[in-house]
């Protein structure tokens, strides 16, 4: 295909991925807006909430995964028009999600009284305890947003999320204001100030996307008829089988940058600090990705149910032409502005400096960071998520970290040598995803016309 025909495509991949990217943007500036509010307290408190962050990303996260599983099951059912089924889907995905939940909470806080054995300063771990555990008093509503908001985008509305994020980002920096510095009257409580002001914002999310659901009609039918339908056993494998192989694939990929940060904080507190900085920025432009990403699964969970095999694959090459546009940009962008962007988080020059050398880095691997994530998002689609988790354990903790770890001690690379093996492990993942989706586009399309000529005879 000519590229000015890909313009369609285009089109409809932004219309549903622009309010994902709002959506997504909205959720990693939770952590940046804490970065920025409590840099300004001080470099040890900015250490903390990187160490504290980095150990509760991985329960969050599979938290997170385990909800992507509703949106392919919904949106193939949702594309047959198959309305009962994808409210059964609904009904089970809520009733599996919380109790996981639950269950990851718990988890959390076990991994609390194992913060003091990670190799951090005991003035880091001093201060990200409390803030951990607000943290953690978060994950239940957090996963039961992100139910929400998976089901309805994979019936194709993304805007809901949109609002809510946004409107949430406002609460928490409304209550870090006020319980970080102490201000009209609330105690001044530092980075535990933070936390709180994390928690109340994860608190009101699912509860504002419920009284949007029942003031519409639209979206109300579908809490009408979850009521009637019934918690079956065969949807709940279904999903955990879709969701779990999705969480641990991103466990994979955050644990290798929850490890890389372990190690940061083995060379000092400036390097921590720097890297929290870094990998922030980074977080939230990769966010553009996965917003492109989310819009990919839920086009081709749609066209797979449609059975629209040509459209599937120009949907997703739109895609990818999309990702590495955004991400030339960005990386652009992070070279020429290496030095002023670091001025966001903190006033120490030190950390300043060190961040500017890793944001070079980072823009490289934006590239591969943006390929690596459309095409787990197309895969998703597919729901095909099983090869693609192993895939992201070869690439991120078989390759990325033993070059982080080899680069950065033994070769003397310091925190650049952690940040090079980032970009090899999304760079390899990237290239083994792509060829997971041509070899399934592939096969796809030998079944489609072998059906065709059989029922033609």
């Known amino acids: 295909m000519k590229f000015s025909e890909y313009f369609p495509y285009y089109r409809r991949n932004l219309t549903l991925a622009f309010p994902v990217i709002l959506s997504q943007l909205g959720q990693v500036s939770v952590s940046l807006v804490d970065n920025a509010m409590v840099g300004r307290v001080g470099t040890v408190e900015l250490a903390a909430a990187s160490f504290a962050n980095s150990v509760f990303m991985i329960g969050m996260i599979f938290g997170m995964g385990i909800t992507f599983g509703i949106t392919p099951l919904a949106g193939q059912t949702y594309g047959k028009g198959e309305i009962r089924q994808t409210t059964q889907w609904f009904k089970n995905g809520i009733f599996t999600y ?30 990200a305890q409390p803030y951990y555990l607000w943290l953690c008093a978060s994950m239940i509503p957090f996963v039961g947003f992100f139910t929400l908001k998976q089901f309805f985008e994979g019936i194709g509305n993304t805007r809901m999320a949109m609002k809510i994020t946004l409107a949430s980002n406002a609460v928490n920096v409304l209550f870090n204001y006020l319980f970080i510095y102490g201000k009209w ?3 001044e409580m530092g980075l535990e100030g933070a936390g709180v002001g994390t928690f109340i914002s994860r608190l009101i999310m699912p509860v504002l996307f419920l009284l949007i659901i029942m003031r519409n009609s639209r979206f109300r039918k579908y809490l009408i008829l979850a009521h009637v339908q019934r918690i079956r056993k065969h949807d709940i494998v279904r999903l955990l089988k879709i969701g779990l192989p999705i969480a641990f694939q991103l466990i994979v990929e955050m644990l290798s940058f929850s490890i890389g940060a372990v190690m940061m904080g083995w060379l000092g507190v400036v390097e ?10 980074a977080s939230f432009t990769y966010m553009i990705s996965l917003g492109i990403s989310t819009a990919s699964t839920i086009r081709v969970s749609h066209m797979m149910g449609a059975r629209d095999f040509a459209g599937m694959r120009n949907a997703a090459n739109a895609a990818a032409h999309l990702v590495l546009s955004f991400m030339t940009f960005n990386a652009l962008m992070f070279i020429a502005l290496r030095f002023i962007l670091p001025q966001i988080f903190t006033t120490d020059t030190a950390v300043i400096d060190l961040a500017a050398k890793l944001l070079i880095i980072a823009a490289i691997f934006q590239l591969f960071d943006g390929l690596q994530v459309v095409m787990l998002g197309i895969l998703r689609g597919l729901a095909d998520v099983k090869v693609p988790m192993f895939l992201a354990f070869i690439a991120y903790l078989c390759i990325g970290i033993p070059v982080s770890w080899v680069f950065a001690f033994p070769l003397n690379f310091g925190p650049s040598g952690i940040w090079f093996g980032y970009l090899v492990g999304l760079g390899v993942a990237g290239i083994l995803f792509n060829f997971r989706f041509r070899k399934n586009l592939k096969t796809l399309s030998f079944k489609s016309t072998a059906a065709h000529k059989v029922s033609g005879l």
């Open 185 to 187: 009257g609330f105690p």
């Open 272 to 281: 921590l600090a720097a890297h929290q900085v870094a990998i922030g920025l």
């Open 98 to 127: 919380i109790i996981a939940g639950f269950f990851l909470t718990l988890i959390m806080l076990g991994v609390y009284f194992l913060l003091p054995y990670f190799g951090q300063s005991p003035e880091v771990t001093r201060e």
